[in-house]
């Protein structure tokens, strides 16, 4: 017997009589799988509990959040995302398609222990104590059946194969309902884009199309939650879903996607969307008792003319001028023609971009780090310039943001990655073994459930000291506490893996000490704000208490931005270990920089631009 109860969460097949199911006058799930698990929790000493009860099937994605410890399963072919290592079969039997089972399955977040102890438990349970199980809660029997009762386990096997036929026939419901309607999304029980896009492509083929508009609501979630916090955050998500509901008709199709929700409207005119639209905004602006400012929430409107017949593209159009309201302070935006014209270069690069990664267009450029005592480059940072065929050189700033807007950065990232480690490569054949690569890597890229895995891979392929490597997690996006968690999780794995993990732009945005608690990092790299502001005695105190902190917690504290003689002379006083900025190097080209790295000599301090390389 445990001491203590550890909470472990379920996710229970609601339909399922009488193995498992859903009653609605207690609420709870019953059965003889309920009744089992509970003896267990009784003896082990653990606080068993079915996640959200109800008649509603969430098991899927249950799983698919990592929301639950255990998932219930109707036979041993089932399959949920997630789920770790072989299912634990409770019972079998025969039926007219072979054999059949009873299974549970234990998710990644399952304790050790309790997978141990459950499976142990369970294995002492024979299958004629589940023939009087099952046959007790269907009011056929005693609860235990006598040893070698043939009859029994014939019984058995007609209620499971009768369990799992009620569950079928349910599951084909399902499938059919969510074909016609698409998925929903979990937070807010409005559509997804999938289904939307299901609605738009039968309108955009209709002559009806005219009467239609694609409104984007921004509701600016990163940002509410980086200055209240994330509950602010989800209480804002919830309260414009509702809103919309509230406001919209019934013809109209809504579904969100990440910060953004949408509803594809049909109105007899565009005036009259933009007046629907504006007092919806408002509806959710007046609405949130955490008082939003003007910057969080906006629309956008994009009406289904002969331009918009592509979804993808309408959609993100939408969005643009929904984004193009918040710079402006407007509030609500229609995506006229003079507004589309600043935004389809925006949209032709998002097009041009997967081609751009393939035919190479995206060249590997690196920035120095120098030690702060010696000045002698120590490492460097990986970047990129993209060569486009027809706009000639982009600067990171002209794609980054919008990559960032769109959800496709990780590309990008992944790409670096390659890159980088291929360079380490190299410089390791040409006995080159203390100079290391930072990688940047979005905070939302970080917190994917495989990230860690595609990173392996990637470092697999190249021979180097994994050490050289170092992962930048920059700035761009707020987490909530799940992809936090998950992000977590990411960075404890490839430092495990040898590979190394700092901060970027520490100190403004979203990071803050809460960080520094919770993640396990091995530096910090402050951001060129906090270095230009560090003549004020704010800035300074600021700036000195980061420092601080890193260093007692052991941490490598780096400086972006450094540009005068006099932030070097301070920052040396405040122990900075290294320094990265134009008065040491601008970015060069990877060929140009490994040339400079064989050479071996220190830096000079003569500033330049990009096309005026310094010499190591």
């Known amino acids: ?31 003889a799988v309920p009744e089992f698990l509970a003896r267990f929790a009784q ?3 653990y606080d068993l509990r079915y996640l959200q009860p109800g008649s509603e099937d969430r098991r899927v994605d249950f799983a698919v959040n990592r929301q639950v410890d255990l998932i219930s399963g109707s036979e041993t072919g089932s399959r949920y995302a997630h789920t770790a290592g072989e299912p634990l079969i409770l019972f079998a039997g025969e039926t007219q398609g072979g054999e059949t089972a009873y299974a549970l399955w234990f998710t990644q977040t399952a304790p050790e222990r309790f ?35 043939l009859w029994g386990m014939g019984l058995v096997s007609l209620l499971l194969l009768a369990a799992l036929a009620v569950s079928s026939c349910r599951l084909r419901r399902e499938r059919r309902r969510k074909a016609r309607t698409g998925r929903a999304d979990t937070e807010t029980g409005l559509g997804t884009l999938e289904a939307l896009e299901d609605v738009f492509s039968r309108i955009a083929n209709d002559q009806s199309r005219r009467f239609y508009s694609l409104i984007c609501f921004h509701l600016g979630l990163d940002h509410v939650g980086s200055l209240w916090g994330d509950e602010c955050a989800r209480a804002l998500l919830s309260h ?15 579904a969100r996607s990440g910060e953004d929700l949408f509803v594809l409207k049909r109105s007899p005119n565009q005036q009259e969307t933009v007046r629907w ?30 331009e918009f017949l592509d979804f993808a593209r309408t959609v993100f159009h939408a969005r643009q001028c929904a984004l193009g309201a918040v710079e402006t302070g407007t509030g609500c935006q229609l995506c006229d023609a003079g507004r589309l014209r600043a935004r389809r270069e925006r949209w032709q690069l998002l097009k041009d971009f997967e081609t751009g990664l393939k035919q190479e267009e995206f060249s590997f450029y690196l920035q120095f780090f120098v030690d702060a005592g010696t000045f002698q480059a120590v490492g460097a940072e990986a970047l990129s310039r993209w060569y486009h065929p027809r706009l000639g050189l982009l600067n990171p700033n002209r794609y980054i943001p919008l990559l960032e807007e769109s959800g496709r950065i990780g590309e990008l990232d992944f790409y ?16 080159i073994r203390d100079f290391f690569i930072s990688c940047n890597f979005a905070r939302r890229t970080l917190c994917a459930p495989d990230f860690a895995q595609r990173c392996i891979e990637v470092i697999q392929r190249y021979s180097f000291t994994r050490k050289l490597l170092i992962l930048e997690v920059t700035e761009s996006q707020q987490l909530n506490g799940d992809e936090t968690a998950q992000m977590l999780g990411n960075i404890v794995a490839m430092r495990e893996f040898g590979a190394r993990v700092i901060f970027d732009d520490f100190g403004v945005g979203f990071s803050s000490f809460h960080d520094l608690q ?6 910090l790299k402050l951001d060129k704000e906090l270095v230009d502001n560090m003549w004020t005695k704010t800035g300074r105190i600021i700036l000195n208490a980061l420092v601080d902190a890193g260093h007692q917690i052991g941490m490598t504290i780096l400086a972006e931005g450094v540009e005068t003689d006099e932030q070097i002379e301070a920052l040396r006083r405040l122990h900075c270990d290294a320094f990265q900025g134009f008065r040491f190097s601008v970015p060069l080209p990877a060929e140009v920089a490994q040339k400079r790295i064989l050479e071996g000599a220190r830096l000079c301090g003569t500033q330049t631009n990009e096309n005026e390389h310094v010499v190591l």
């Open 1 to 31: 017997m445990q001491t203590g109860e550890e909470i472990i969460y379920v996710a229970g097949n609601p339909d399922l009589y009488p193995i498992e199911y859903y009653d609605p006058e207690s609420q709870t799930y019953q059965g």
């Open 43 to 45: 003896e082990y000493g």
């Open 115 to 149: 997978q141990s102890e459950l499976r142990e438990y369970a294995s002492r349970t024979s299958q004629e104590e589940w023939t009087g199980a099952l046959l007790q809660v269907a009011g056929e029997m005693p609860q235990r059946a006598p040893v070698g009762m």
């Open 240 to 254: 414009g879903a509702q809103a919309l509901r509230q406001a919209a008709e019934p013809s109209d199709a809504l």
């Open 277 to 306: 639209a504006a007092a919806a905004l408002e509806k959710i602006r007046a609405g949130f008792s955490g008082g939003p400012a003007l910057r969080d929430v906006s629309a956008g409107i994009c009406a289904l003319e002969t």
């Open 416 to 431: 670096g990655l390659e890159k980088a480690c291929a360079f380490l490569e190299d410089l390791e054949r040409q006995q």
């Open 518 to 523: 919770d993640c396990p990092m091995d530096g």
